[in-house]
């Protein structure tokens, strides 16, 4: 059976929810697919020892309705995963959602018909929709690199990605275990399961600058402090740059080096990422201003380490990157772990994994090191990648991924010109998993999403699509902000880089998420300039 609806929305995390919640208020008939057993997107998904939010819990809510942000309580400034899983299904089971959803359930393909002007889309359970407007609320880093290394189907122990961790963990008492990958979620486990093996082996590529997190438990005092501030958030978060609390309130040329340095030094201690998001805007722009501030975190991250050799392998050198050009993690004696007896950084800069064998890892050198279990940290194929994953033709028998493959292009980051009704938040080119508080930048583009369709609803048109001159200027926009910084220059899952074959170009906006707002904001007073309506 082919069932008729108004609009599909692939993906029950915070941006899906949402989403599906906004269309149903419309008195669409709207349906949700999900290919987990729950509610939760990232926070279903990512249930590694140490996963948390490093966005401060109380701005990391809906802020639509005052009632629904103060009806939960938060037990701390960063919570861990499990107590965020709550939260979601808090908020799905309070605005009713579930019964709008089909769990265990991927979307495989998804076909536009140039006739009827509608989506055919099919599942894996073999449900097939026929609908008019098709969203993509897949997430930004949710299409894990799971196959990456030769041979690891022949490895004789246990070897998982973080992001498909199981449910019920895993024993690690007395183990022997490799972590590959020290970014974000590599140091989150690391630094989580150190004193529960028996050895720890921490392959590292690529060193990071990290700063320290301060996660104080929340009380009555903490709960009516923030919870008295939703106004101020609700006003504030949209307008920042990054949709946090705080933005960059200083000036590097204005203050003397020892100013500067107590900036600094003050900041650093708030234990958030506020060094990253709100220090000083000109570390994105001026090479020397990144520098310094990259030798204040550098000199931080060696007093602690202490140790030469850790130092040189943990700790980035100057010409490597700038601080804040890369994803910026948030650790709680994170380095302090590589003292332990039972911890080796194993460099693989120079000496890269070979391959995995049934004993464990094998280096470029010969070299192997026998494990049981094996955790892989080593990312996704960011912005782009979900939705590749899916068979999605568009108009004219055009193929998402195979345009992606070539060049990696959309139009404010939530259409994509030959794809008609088809929506996308978190995609390349607008604010995603860079420089925003997730939350704050998909709560704007669901928005905008469903005003968009409620205006095509009110003037009897049913198909939209970006013009190929409005995507031109948009990536043109896009492009011009993003090659101004030191952002552009440098090599990571920001560029795309991580994935062989990838094309590059920086996946998120930059220009700041207040403005981001501001244009899309812009483009809809103007009738959606850019966009062809019929």
């Not at 590959?180 to 028996?198: C, K, M």
């Not at 693989?348 to 192997?368: M, R």
């Not at 094309?503 to 483009?523: D, H, I, N, Q, W």
Request: net charge negative; charged share 25%; aromatic share 10%.
């Amino acid at each position: 059976m082919t069932r008729k609806i108004d609009a599909l929305v692939i993906g029950a995390g915070v941006a899906g929810l949402y989403q599906l919640h906004q269309l149903r208020q419309e008195g669409m008939e709207v349906h949700g697919v999900e290919a987990g057993s729950n509610v939760g997107g990232t926070w279903y998904w990512n249930r590694y020892p140490g996963a948390k939010f490093d966005s401060e819990s109380y701005i990391y809510q809906y802020l639509f309705d005052e009632e629904l942000y103060k009806d939960w309580t938060w037990s701390e400034r960063f919570p861990a995963q499990p107590e965020i899983e709550r939260w979601m299904n808090y908020i799905a089971d309070r605005l009713d959602l579930r019964k709008d959803f089909t769990f265990n359930a991927r979307v495989t393909t998804a076909r536009f018909d140039d006739v009827t002007g509608r989506w055919l889309v099919e599942t894996d359970k073999g449900e097939t929709y026929d609908t008019q407007f098709l969203i993509g609320c897949t997430g930004m880093l949710s299409a894990p690199l799971e196959d990456r290394f030769k041979g690891q189907a022949s490895f004789n122990g246990k070897i998982v990605h973080t992001a498909r961790y199981p449910r019920g963990g895993l024993n690690l008492t007395g183990k022997r275990v490799g972590v590959i990958g020290i970014g974000a979620t590599g140091i989150q486990v690391i630094q989580t399961i150190a004193s529960e093996v028996g050895e720890l082996k921490v392959f590292v590529r690529t060193p990071q600058y990290v700063l320290p997190m301060k996660n104080p438990k929340y009380g009555p005092d903490e709960e009516q402090w923030y919870k008295s501030r939703f106004d101020e958030l609700k006003l504030n978060l949209p307008h920042s740059f990054t949709g946090f609390e705080y933005d960059f309130e200083h000036q590097w040329a204005s203050l003397t080096p020892a100013q500067r340095l107590d900036v600094l030094e003050e900041i650093h201690s708030d234990g958030s990422l506020k060094l990253w998001l709100a220090s000083f805007a000109e570390m994105f722009f001026d090479e020397d201003v990144s520098e310094e501030i990259s030798a204040f975190v550098r000199g931080k991250m060696a007093a602690r380490l202490k140790d030469p050799e850790l130092i040189d392998i943990l700790v980035p050198k100057k010409g490597d990157y700038g601080f804040g050009t890369h994803r910026v993690p948030l650790e709680m004696n994170y380095l302090e772990v590589y003292l332990r007896e039972n911890v080796q950084a194993v460099s693989v800069k120079d000496n890269a994994i070979a391959e995995i064998v049934p004993e464990g890892v094998k280096l470029e050198d010969g070299t192997v090191y026998p494990l049981d279990v094996i955790i892989m940290a080593v990312g996704f194929d960011a912005g782009s990648g979900a939705l590749s994953r899916i068979d999605i033709t568009g108009r004219d028998g055009m193929k998402l991924a195979e345009e992606w493959r070539r060049e990696i292009r959309t139009t404010l980051g939530m259409q994509k010109h030959g794809f008609p009704n088809l929506f996308m938040t978190g995609a390349p080119l607008a604010p995603s998993a860079a420089l925003c508080n997730m939350t704050t930048c998909l709560q704007q583009q669901t928005e905008w999403i469903t005003d968009c369709i409620k205006a095509l609803r009110g003037s009897n048109k049913t198909v939209i699509e970006p013009t190929a001159e409005g995507e031109e200027a948009w990536v043109r926009h896009h492009d011009e902000t993003a090659n101004a910084t030191l952002i552009a220059r440098t090599n990571s899952w920001y560029t795309g880089s991580n994935v062989p074959g990838k094309p590059r170009r920086v996946l998120s906006y930059t220009g700041g998420v207040g403005a981001y707002r501001k244009r899309c904001l812009e483009a809809a007073e103007a009738g959606y300039e850019g966009f062809a309506t019929s």
